[in-house]
């Protein structure tokens, strides 16, 4: 481990020499320093340095008071949450890397692991949207921070690089692999802060939400003009021939 360590309760420690030191209420001090966590701890763990470290919301950022907050509230009962579905959530790395760009090294990548499945799991029409012996990666940026909260976190040290090419027949594909990657301090939270405030404070990701679910009504109850592919595909490209032409007006106004 490293010598940062975050333990339960929230508890940063620092483990140097044979000695250890709490950090906890100094947390603002090491964001920059290499951090691991003990096995089984949880997201509300993660809330408590957060909410007992000076200054620390400032830095991160992300509506992270407004979310810790939420996630330290007793868990609403539900039948029908998502969050159920989810072993432990996850922290890992991925660059992606083409020619032109590199993308992915500033900030951790943050979601949510499903249970070993026994099962193929399949959608209301039939799909297979996951094999028998496969775990389904979920998005977490709409869940509420008090259904995560009493998660296992989990560290994947597998970095991924990913080929970005944009002509390249592998594109998105992974093509290598390195077993070591190291997280500060600051990219653990702020990787977590980052997915779960994608949409903004609560109240705006639950309008988001709602506004989802709605969408999806109005096309089962056939509310919604549907369209071919091939006609979005059509449309999609008549504005991006528009948008060129746009642009290279203003390239030749600005000449």
Request: aromatic share 8%; with cysteine; charged share 30%.
């Amino acid at each position: 481990m490293g010598e940062l360590i975050l333990k339960k309760g929230g508890q940063l420690w620092k483990h140097s020499g044979g000695k250890r030191k709490n950090l906890t209420k100094s947390a603002i001090r090491h964001l920059f320093d290499i951090c691991d966590l003990v096995p089984d701890i949880k997201l509300q763990d993660i809330f408590l340095l957060v909410k007992s470290s000076l200054g620390i919301t400032l830095v991160l950022g992300n509506w992270c008071e407004e979310i810790v907050s939420e996630g330290l509230k007793p868990p609403k009962r539900t039948n029908d949450s998502d969050a159920q579905k989810v072993e432990y959530l996850e922290l890992y790395k991925s660059i992606y890397v083409s020619k032109d760009h590199c993308y992915g090294v500033g900030r951790a990548e943050f979601h949510g692991i499903g249970h070993l499945l026994k099962k193929d799991e399949r959608d209301k029409f039939g799909n297979v949207t996951g094999k028998k012996g496969n775990r389904i990666k979920y998005a977490i940026d709409l869940t509420p921070a008090y259904e995560l909260a009493r998660l296992p976190v989990l560290i994947n040290k597998k970095m991924t690089i990913i080929n970005d090419e944009p002509k390249s027949k592998n594109r998105r594909q992974t093509v290598a692999e390195y077993d070591g990657a190291e997280f500060t301090l600051g990219e653990i939270l702020y990787g977590i802060f980052w997915e779960m405030s994608f949409h903004g404070p609560p109240k705006s990701r639950d309008a988001t939400l709602e506004g989802l679910k709605q969408q999806i009504k109005d096309i089962d109850e056939g509310k919604v003009k549907m369209i071919s592919h091939k006609k979005a595909l059509r449309t999609l490209r008549k504005m991006q021939a528009r948008y060129k032409k746009r642009i290279g007006r203003g390239k030749r106004i600005a000449k």
